[in-house]
């Protein structure tokens, strides 16, 4: 049978996001909004809409949609931001982001999950304000630097110094930062010149690689 995926969307935005404290509307409506289907792999997009991580090849996965919330949410979107992500992966948290933010540049070092992040953005009609760049994201983007929101979606042993310098004053920054396989998601906000953090949540997410990750 194949499933009715506005029903399962619908439910894990109420048993999995709203249970468990995710209180931005907007954030409530984007994902509420965005095909989450779309960005999983047809072998395992039964699990679309399952409570955790799902695989989406080259050792990757699409975070838990609760994850994808939280970060969201502790980046306090108003729709006027530019937004840089690092590790599109398929694509499904920059579309997110998308629909929160004005413009959001995404960084993904495996070349095929670039490849296919920009076509599931394209595919999904998410693609007008979402762009998409192969590269290596522990050095930032300085392109299109500064930007008001960063978010982080890999393990990082440290925040990367030119993720910061890239940072907005004001801007938030979200970031897994600890071991390998096991992270506190820290929240970085930037105001006055100041910088402020605080630990949102404990996490378990792939490993940031590249010049400022893991070797
Ligand atoms: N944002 C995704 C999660 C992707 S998983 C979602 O929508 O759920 C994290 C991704 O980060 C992986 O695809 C991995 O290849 C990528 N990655 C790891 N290190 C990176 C780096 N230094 N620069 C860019 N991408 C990186």
């Known amino acids: ?36 289907e779309r960005f999983v792999p047809p072998e395992a997009r039964l699990y679309s809409y399952d409570d955790g991580p799902v695989p989406i090849g080259w050792g990757q996965t699409i975070s838990q949609p609760y994850m994808t919330a939280l970060m ?13 992500e690092i590790g599109a992966g398929s694509g499904y948290a920059a579309a997110v982001l998308g629909a929160l933010a004005a413009r959001v540049v995404t960084i993904e070092i495996v070349p095929a999950l670039a490849g296919m992040a920009r076509e599931n953005l394209r595919r999904a009609g998410r693609d007008g304000n979402v762009t998409v760049v192969c590269g290596d994201g522990s050095l930032g983007y300085p ?26 004053d004001p801007g938030r920054l979200v970031i897994p930062v600890g071991e390998w396989d096991d992270q506190e998601l820290r929240v ?6 100041a910088v402020d953090e605080r630990v949102a949540a404990m996490c378990r997410f792939v490993p940031l690689r590249g010049s400022e990750g893991w070797r």
């Open 143 to 168: 392109d299109l630097a500064p930007y008001d929101a960063i978010s982080v979606a890999a393990g990082a042993p440290d925040l990367p110094p030119a993720l910061l310098g890239q940072l907005n």
């Open 188 to 193: 970085v906000v930037k105001r006055g010149g």
């Open 72 to 84: 969201a949410e502790s980046l306090e979107l108003s729709g006027r931001e530019t937004v840089l």
């Open 1 to 36: 049978m194949i499933p009715h995926w506005d029903v399962e969307r619908r439910k894990m935005v109420e048993s999995q996001l709203r249970r468990r404290a995710i209180r931005d509307e907007r954030v409530l409506a984007a994902m509420l909004e965005i095909p989450r």
